[in-house]
């Protein structure tokens, strides 16, 4: 049968990415309490394409992706981009990962336990052999308004807000840790379940704690200033507004290399 | 050439609704302040098609659909269906279209005005002569915890919340009086633009106003209970929990006739 | 500390259903060909609230789910109803499981394994001892116009599809049963991994059996019509039509009660 | 009132960008037809945050959006974000528009017009004077796949894609001219309406013209490699294949000054 992708392509353009998209997948990712974690990925993985080839070969990446499907972690995805080189015959090799990841969080005073999701992804590029990786975590945190606590009788405006904590890192970091950051920048944590002892604490460390979306993402930039474990961050918090139809949100991006 | 669709079908099976889905078209409603608005909804229209034929004509749906364009209003949505049934040759025609609405809110102290997005919906059918119209509003609001403010030494929780509308009429409404109802039932109404004495004023009319969802949906249902324009409703409000990462919900249903 | 949900209401209103959702859990779900699958749910749970109480206790949703995360399976979503019926106190409970659900398909010429998706729901609810399940399966498939086919010199426009399967059962069926019969009432079936030998296969054999949504839903209908586990279904068809930025749908329901 | 937001900030570090999202809002964009066209626009807006202030005053963003709606068109993208400059006391504002836009085609044969729906993003920013504008069309167009049709006996696996073009120019272009190019570049054009006769000429037209989504990109890119008034494009293609439940994709990004 003739090989149409394999033919030779005269128009001398390469291309930067060519592969599957928007494909779901069962993965198994490191827990830090369980030790794996069963989950479902959306996946992308694309491979540079030189010029001289029509096509890449789509069936060879869900090879390679059937392959990784229970080693998909922060240790194993150069070997990943590996296999997708080598299978692809190709100089560069991309793959992302995005999945929901649950850790089970207790309750301020009850002790109440309860899962919580998280939103993960790794974004990982094999160039010849410079191996580079984003991990990104979405955090569901509180916010708490400074300026409506100061200026009201009583009360203040608060709402579900997530940060979003993407990190280049040197040495290792479990999910685990970059979602205690993001509870510990925030006005307060968030929790699946909370009995009336803890939803009084909750309340009343929120009201304690006001903070603007530019408060929560200066401490977030903070944290990951110091943190030696990590080379480059981009940090960002979207705050639901309770009294507006529409977010506010603050960003930065440091390179510390 | 052979029209395929218009075969005789041996199948026996007559089917409820065939038609278009997933539509975008721009269209324009009536407005209470403004006589009309120019907005963009997602549009789906049907007929049932009789056992003995394989197929209905869909190029004709959009025919209907580019003649009604400039007036999908709950006035004329009887003349779209009548338009369905006779362009397709069907004894029952069904139509839905979604879109945002906007409304201008003036901010409670300094009444600066902005714009607020609801999200409508109208969901018709017309079978034989006889036309049923569902008439869908999701309006913004804020809700504030009633056992979070009891329970704590100071501040609650409060959120973005939605309440959605459904309701029959016998008697016209306007969309802006299905939104005034909505922001009459929370702890507090959303706006789009608050100056510093407005968030001070909607903070304190949120903390002095309380309610769960299930508060809300009762309020609601109070209010269309006795609204003697509408013979059915169902009204349902989602509070996005400010403490939580998922949503507490209610709902009403209630026949009148 | 006071029980503001456990305070007496006196609006005289009943509300349907109160609880939790939009909730993100990892569940355990039953597999034809391994036991068991783990994967992730959208869940939605609820329970009538009489007139005379404010409030539910919304933590003890949670609860309830936490309990069950490992035995989310058509054959025991009645006793997780019960759980809630009696930790809520209530007369009705409704629960409501959204998840992706893996399925390995075999290439129909290489035999190439690969796992498919489709997004599979059960809507269960209990009122008194009356229990009542909707299980609902979407499969991707491929539909091959017939009219595009009869008309045109060569080739044929196909596409994506979506069938989606609701069914009432008075005994068992696997999901992998659902997706079989969608796979045979398309015309072709979908598959994650196709080697060159299997594209060619799928082409052919979607080219040889044209179908409108017309014509899939209505041999979905034929099937469940005569299959005397179900008792209820409504089957309809999506076509994510490959000429049109818009879709082609149809939807039969029938109960045979 | 105290002005919180207005405080000195000690921690030392600028926020890249503060603002809102996620706010819809009527727009009024420039149609080469039409001379305007009403739309719905989701909008970010946004500013640099020097290390000494604690916060940015959000209300003010709505004010100067409130000012633009009835012109946002790419001629005036420099003026809002001055606007935004001022109003705010910044020395960076971005600014994002990204609306549904209309164009009415005409079916090849019989000429039935009927509008077709594209996804437009105008991106802007203002650094001190140096003003940025990427402009972005996503077009719905049709993809036969090239080695299916060569190894089948008849027939060939087609689907809807997706081009996407992101481009910065020097000299205008109309969205218009961005949706033609994405026509020219894959299997076959779109179309909302199209009778029997010209369903006919688009699959015979597809059917003639197969394209991996590797040869639509390099199509794409070397119309824009040679468009002096593009400086620098990035375009992409992503194909919702028939026969699996994922995508094909391909990306290429270069500069050409």
Not at 52 to 67: C, N, P, Q, Y
């Amino acid at each position: 049968m003739k090989d149409v992708q394999g033919e030779r392509d005269s128009r001398n353009i390469s291309i930067d990415r060519v592969g599957i998209s928007d494909i779901s997948w069962p993965i198994q990712v490191l827990d830090r309490e369980n030790g794996t974690q069963e989950t479902v990925a959306d996946v992308s993985l694309s491979v540079l394409l030189l010029k001289d080839h029509r096509g890449t070969h789509m069936s060879r990446f869900i090879e390679v992706l059937a392959k990784q499907e229970k080693r998909v972690t922060l240790r194993n995805m150069e070997e990943t981009l590996t296999a997708l080189k080598e299978r692809l015959n190709a100089n560069e090799a991309h793959a992302e990962f995005n999945f929901p990841y649950f850790i089970t969080k207790k309750a301020p005073v009850s002790g109440a336990k309860g899962r919580l999701r998280y939103d993960v992804s790794f974004r990982a590029s094999l160039k010849e052999n410079d191996f580079d990786l984003v991990t990104e975590l979405i955090a569901p945190i509180q916010t708490l308004c400074p300026c409506s606590k100061e200026i009201s009788e009583f009360g203040a405006h608060n709402q579900r807000a997530h940060a979003k904590i993407e990190v280049r890192m040197k040495e290792w970091m479990w999910i685990e840790e970059l979602a205690e950051i993001a509870d510990s920048c925030g006005s307060a944590p968030i929790y699946s379940i909370l009995k009336r002892e803890d939803e009084k604490a909750v309340t009343e460390l929120a009201y304690a704690n006001p903070r603007f979306v530019e408060d929560v993402v200066r401490e977030l930039a903070i944290v990951f200033d110091k943190d030696i474990r990590v080379t480059w961050f981009r940090v960002s918090v979207t705050s639901h507004e309770s009294i507006h139809n529409h977010d506010a949100f603050a960003s930065v991006e440091r390179s510390k290399v």
